[in-house]
């Protein structure tokens, strides 16, 4: 079953002394990208959740957030980072001295500023760490991917619809087609009776004559294509696969076939239904832009 390339999912768990919390989103693109918001002590694992979730997401635009919070905070410490301290001390006293203003900025003005103060924690076991972020983001990706395959559904039920609607109009074609020939056959005859009155005709002639525009106007090959076409669409739809780019190639040929059509017919009524048939094709290349 298709799936949408649109999809959400948020997992939050308690584990082993963590709140852990891992979030999804993703919309439409024509690769995989991938992008990661996690605290910077955790660095570590944007690799290893890219491949994890590469591993379960073929197409998108994909956006995941990690927070970790740690409830066990005795292993944590608080220090000074002196150098940086010193400069803004430094910086704060010239400041004071050239525009002669009061040195009124103590300990807790200093400890504001970006950096002076430095929280350090006890060394953590990064694949621990990682054993407990994947097992949160699987159910995470999860909730993402059951998203994508209700968005998915609608996105089949609406292709498949419109794929019916353009083999009616290939049956129409196909039923029209000879009838044009006839009623060419019916015209040229008439047509020469008007210019040459009782005079007996060629028939032969008449015949070379309808043979020839039968020819031009034949649209059998097309038709059969056109049936081949929407054929491998409909399995494509049912695929386990990611098919979102064969299917859009697949299209562009189902319109290709379509165009020789409408350049073909020399029919009003056959016009008309090409321009239906378009008109459904690229409903469904801009439903397909949404399939992973």
Sequence with gaps: MVRSMTGFGRAVRE???????????????????????????????????????????????????????????????VVVNNTLATAYVSALKEIAQSYDLKEDFGAGTISRFPDVLVVKKADEDEERIWSLVKSVAEEAVDKFIEMRTTEGQRLYDDVYSRSEFILDCVSFVEDRSPQT?????????????????????????????????????????????????????????????????????????????????????????????VVDMKAEIEKIREQIQNIE
């Excluded at 963590?18 to 955790?42: A, G």
């Design 15 to 77: 584990l082993d002394g963590y709140v852990i919390s891992v979030e999804l989103k993703s919309v439409n693109h024509r690769y995989f990208e991938f992008s990661v918001r996690c605290p910077r002590q955790y660095g570590f694992i944007e690799d290893k959740i890219k491949s994890f979730i590469n591993s379960r997401v073929s197409r998108g635009k994909v956006e995941c957030y990690i927070s970790i919070e740690a409830l066990n905070t005795e292993a944590a410490s």
């Design 181 to 273: 020939v006839r009623e060419y056959n019916d015209k040229l005859v008439e047509r020469v009776h008007e210019l040459l009155g009782d005079v007996s005709l060629d028939e032969g002639r008449i015949l070379q004559e309808v043979a020839v525009y039968a020819d031009k106007v034949a649209v059998a090959e097309e038709t059969v294509r056109l049936r081949s076409h929407i054929e491998q669409l409909r399995a494509f739809l049912n695929s386990e696969e990611a098919v979102g780019r064969k299917m859009d190639f697949l299209v562009q040929e189902i319109n290709r076939e379509t165009n020789t059509i409408g350049s073909k017919c020399n029919d009003v009524e056959i016009a008309r239904k």
